[in-house]
């Protein structure tokens, strides 16, 4: 199944066999201190930086209904957001993982993302819209 929205990407996991757990890392994006003039230049005009992971949760496909839901619950920390990366822990023996079971993924998620090692992830706009990089 592509994932072209948010939406699909909550119907794929609960149309999974085994129970899924959805992992996000909302980051924004920054201009690091050794950038070049032509990268300052670039990042003015909205392109390039370096993400910034800023927070992080998991939850069950059950527990959103939308992405307006995660949204609005991602405003009650406080951080503006630029996008949101998303991946699944899959369960096993028809049980769901567990938030315990998810927070070393949602680290190496974290860590990955701060290398720029992003491919694993799908990356949402803060409408609920696949981004492509590239």
Known sequence: MDILSFDDLLQA???QS???RLLFVF?????PEDSTPVQRTRFEAGQGGALVPLMCVDKRPEELSS?????????QFGHAWGLVFAAALGGRADRAPTSDDAEEPLLRM???IKQGNIGA??????QGQPVQFG
């Open 18 to 20: 085994q129970p899924q």
């Open 13 to 15: 996991a609960r149309a």
């Open 121 to 126: 992830f799908i990356p949402f706009d803060a």
């Open 110 to 112: 974290v860590e990955s």
């Open 27 to 31: 980051t924004g994006v920054e201009l």
């Open 67 to 75: 992405f307006a839901a995660l949204v609005q619950e991602s405003s």
